[in-house]
């Protein structure tokens, strides 16, 4: 069945620090990948997608390119600010059944100035 | 152009009681997703719904759990006697079409508290 393993949290980062948050998945077919972020108490927000192999992902500064090969769509962040601390999480939807998403357990990221 | 809406956002039941989980998609979206997020853990799927039908029930508990979505209104979760494991947050999201490709769009989520 399908899976994603994203890298266990928390993370703390200072401000302007490099973010790498790392994700890999197992499915059947071709999967879309996702990643969400979740602010606390709120529900999820789409911050990037990429639906076939080789796209690449963007969205405010965060990007992940998908890679067939390593099966991962790492999401990263050149410099981080305080108002992206959140809860960020990789899904998959594949072309199985009803295209539900599959979701990672999330990982909590704490920027602190 | 709303977002998807749930309602309520907290729901405090005791054990044995009805909990009733409402979500409307945004406009245009006929397709429903629910999925369940216990504390400390990522979301799991619980059922696809179109207008009238359900699609796939496959994360479903197969007890007390049960999901709607008619013709007019919202979508329905309905979870039948309660127990403290119910606890969670509930989350619906829409999509406009079916296809791995299509963005689920997220509502807020219902947090549910069994006593």
């Known amino acids: 069945g399908n899976s994603v393993t994203q890298m266990e949290g928390p993370v703390t980062l200072s401000e302007e620090a490099f973010l790498t948050i790392n994700c890999t998945y197992t499915a059947t077919g071709y999967p879309s990948l996702f990643w969400y972020v979740q602010y606390p108490g709120e529900g999820l927000q789409l911050l990037l997608k990429?639906?076939?192999?080789?796209d690449k992902g963007s969205n405010k500064g965060f990007e992940a390119t998908y890679r067939k090969e390593t099966t991962s769509f790492h999401l990263e962040k050149g410099s981080v600010q305080v108002s992206d601390s959140a809860v960020y999480f990789c899904a998959l939807s594949s072309g199985a059944g009803s295209y539900q998403l599959t979701f990672g357990k999330g990982t909590k990221l704490s920027v602190i100035p | 152009n709303a977002g998807v809406m749930q309602n309520p956002r907290h729901l405090v039941r005791r054990r044995g009681q009805e909990a009733r989980l409402r979500c409307s998609p945004m406009?245009?979206?006929?397709?429903v997703y629910w999925y369940r997020q216990l504390p400390e853990e990522g979301l799991k799927f619980m059922v696809y719904?179109?207008?009238?039908?359900?699609?796939?029930e496959s994360g479903m508990p197969k007890e007390r759990f049960s999901a709607e979505f008619p013709k007019e209104g919202p979508s329905i979760l309905r979870i039948q006697q309660v127990v403290r494991g119910d606890s969670a947050a509930y989350f619906c999201?829409?999509?406009?079409?079916?296809?791995?490709?299509?963005?689920?769009?997220f509502g807020p989520g219902t947090r549910l508290t069994v006593l």
């Open positions: 406009k245009g979206h006929s397709h």
């Open positions: 999201a829409s999509t406009p079409g079916q296809g791995n490709t299509d963005t689920q769009y």
């Open positions: 719904l179109q207008k009238e039908n359900i699609i796939d």
């Open positions: 990429a639906t076939k192999a080789d």
